[in-house]
């Protein structure tokens, strides 16, 4: 390592069911690319979710909180909440510590893989802090729950502004707002009227609105018209597993929580119990987001050599894990996407 290695502090949540083993992958696979181009890592790792609280007592450690403070820059595998108790999400949770209200996934067909839709290129933006996810849940009696959904001008007219930039900036031509304003006409008008007045402010993209049901009929019949969705945090949640569907599963999808000045970058997966421990688990979703993490901070080189190392394997076709049809494992995958690089 020459002396001019520029070292990156970053905070690891391996998290939860197959969290540890495809933490363990893509941390091996970033060192690799890291070797490559001049950049080294100091993780700082904390243990979070429904098995640390089993373990410890704590879901998510103030020093964990604190360490993501100082670093700015997480990456996180998926993690459990634990069953009653009325603990609430470490991601909803995270989110509204550190006020990442971008939440950012990327939905690319990998070459190699047989679906149904070849060449699938979007982004989804889904804004992350508000909406039915806030949190705020009354039993009114006990018969009747209240869940608010929470919409406002500040928070949608953000996240617009965040996929109209990124628009502008990537040549991305058309962006899709998705709602359901004809039941919800004044939570989802209004998210409707934020981004209609963002989308003014950019005539060179072509500005559409979708209706929510239409647009989960819409991605299955023709999903190449859309190129960027833009939602709310609900339908950006099932869209982005209705997305994955297309391109192979949801051990594809990346996924970035982007705030004014801290970014946790996590796949869009969940801890998939079924298959922890077992060497099962595709760790292409969180290396993808390791990719987006490398971009994030200013290694793009170290990015796009792993980036190609991944499309490498997969065009190849002989070392994939089984959820995308191939037979190996999560470490036969990691080595071969070390030999790829
Ligand atoms: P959550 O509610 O935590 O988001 P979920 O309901 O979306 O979770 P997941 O845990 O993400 O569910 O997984 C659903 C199924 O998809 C799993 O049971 C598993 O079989 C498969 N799966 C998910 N992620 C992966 C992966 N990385 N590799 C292989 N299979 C996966």
């Given at each position: 390592m020459s002396a001019l290695t520029h070292i990156h502090k970053i905070t690891l949540i391996p998290g939860d069911g197959i969290g540890p083993e495809v933490a363990a992958a893509m941390v091996s696979v970033v060192e690799a690319a890291g070797k490559l181009t001049g950049c080294a890592f100091e993780w700082h790792s904390f243990e979070c979710g429904a098995e640390a609280y089993e373990k410890n007592g704590e879901i998510l450690p103030q020093a964990a909180l604190d360490s993501i403070a100082a670093d700015k820059v997480a990456i996180k595998g998926p993690t459990a909440t634990p069953i009653g108790g009325g603990f609430s999400s470490i991601n909803v949770a995270m989110r509204k510590k550190f006020d990442l209200y971008n939440n950012f996934r990327p939905v690319k067909s990998l070459p190699g893989i047989k679906t149904n839709y070849p060449g699938i290129d979007m982004i989804i933006f889904r804004e992350n802090?508000?909406?039915?996810?806030?949190?705020?849940?009354?039993?009114?009696?006990?018969d009747i729950a209240q869940s608010l959904k929470i919409i406002t001008r500040k928070g949608s007219t953000r996240i617009a502004r965040s996929a109209f930039e990124y628009a502008k900036k990537h040549g991305r031509k058309k962006i899709h707002a998705i709602h359901k304003a004809n039941i919800m006409k004044k939570s989802d008008g209004l998210f409707l009227e934020c981004c209609k007045a963002v989308a003014a402010e950019y005539p060179e993209i072509t500005y559409a609105e979708h209706i929510v049901d239409n647009t989960c009929m819409q991605l299955v019949m023709n999903?190449?018209?859309?190129d960027v969705i833009l939602t709310e945090n609900l339908y950006g949640d099932i869209l982005s597993d209705l997305c994955s569907g297309l391109i192979?599963?949801?051990?594809?999808v990346p996924g970035a929580n982007l705030g004014a000045d801290t970014a946790i970058f996590e796949a869009v997966h969940g801890s998939a119990p079924d298959i922890a421990g077992q060497d099962k688990a595709n760790p292409t979703a969180l290396i993808q987001s390791a990719v987006l993490m490398l971009h994030h901070i200013d290694e793009a080189e170290a990015a796009n050599k792993l980036q190609a190392a991944v499309e490498k394997v997969y065009a190849e076709?002989?070392?994939?894990?089984?959820?995308?049809?191939?037979?190996?494992g999560t470490k036969a995958f990691t080595e071969a996407v070390i030999a790829a690089l």
């Open positions: 802090t508000e909406d039915l996810y806030a949190g705020l849940e009354v039993m009114i009696n006990p999903p190449y018209q859309y192979g599963g949801l051990g594809l076709g002989k070392s994939t894990t089984r959820d995308v049809g191939g037979s190996v």
